[in-house]
Each structure stands twice: as structure tokens, then as C-alpha cells.
């Protein structure tokens, strides 16, 4: 199965981390193009860097672009700002694009309680695999 990975690039060395054990059971995995710029950042760096990536690089569009012919996306829901399984704001517009291109929807972790997002996230009927990796498939 080939697989996007999306979430927070504050979350990019546990992505990375997914992307080689899920590559070690025979999927194919995407993450963003920009994805190494983030390793061994700190958060306050890698903020700045998503910000400059958005507005001078184009990168929503960038993995639009690569999530085209995947057949599911993972979403790397862990905390953050001390929010248990936070998604924000990207990575639920990602989620959209996920449902319009009729993939399947796996979030790592549950649902967060986020007011307004979580009916949302609900809506596209994600697949809950609380870090179960094998039960992608």
C-alpha cells in the first residue's frame, strides 16, 4: 500500500520513524519534501520553518501534489501544546484532501477533543489504530 504521512511538522522525527517501519513491512510511504529540514530542530526553529514553507514554498501544494496516487494517509495525531492526539488546523485541511481522493484515513492515535474538529474528523470515518501499525492494510 503506498501511504502519506501527515501531521504536525513539529512531529517530523515520529513521522520519519513511521515511515521506516512502515517501509520495513512493505508499504511504500510519503512524507513532505521538506521533511529533513526539520530533523534535530528545535521547536521554535521548526515553527519558523513551517511558516517560511507555507508562504514562500508552497508547501500545502507540495504534498497535495504527492499524496495524488497514495492509497491511504496516516495521520500522526500525538500531543502537543498538551493537547492528547492534537491535529491541527494542515493536517485537517490534508485529512479533507485525503476523503476527496477516496483514500482510506488511519489516525495513529484516537479522535482529539478539539471543539469543532473532532465532528469533523469523525465525518470522514478514520480507521483508529492506537499505534498499531499493523492494522494498516
Known amino acids: 500500500m503506498k501511504i ?3 501531521g504536525s511538522m513539529h512531529m517530523t522525527e515520529h513521522m520519519l520513524e513511521l515511515k521506516e517501519k512502515l517501509e520495513s513491512m512493505g508499504h511504500v510511504v510519503i512524507v513532505s519534501g521538506f521533511a ?3 530533523v534535530g530542530k528545535s ?17 500545502i501544494r ?7 496516487d ?4 496516516l495521520v ?12 491541527g ?5 490534508e485529512i479533507g484532501f485525503a476523503y476527496v481522493l477516496n483514500q482510506k484515513i488511519f489516525l495513529l492515535n484516537p479522535v482529539p477533543e478539539i471543539p469543532f474538529y473532532k465532528s469533523e474528523i469523525e465525518a470522514v470515518k478514520p480507521i483508529i489504530i492506537n499505534g498499531d501499525l499493523s492494522l494498516i492494510r
Open 36 to 38: 529533513s529540514e526539520y
Open 4 to 6: 502519506g504521512i501527515i
Open 89 to 93: 488546523g494542515n493536517t485537517l485541511m
Open 76 to 87: 500522526a495525531n500525538y500531543e502537543k501544546h498538551g493537547i492528547a492526539n492534537y491535529i
Open 43 to 59: 521547536d521554535e526553529e521548526k515553527e519558523s520553518l513551517k511558516l517560511h514553507h507555507k508562504n514562500n514554498c508552497d508547501a
Open 70 to 73: 497514495c492509497d491511504a494517509v
Open 62 to 68: 507540495e504534498f497535495w501534489t504527492r499524496m495524488q
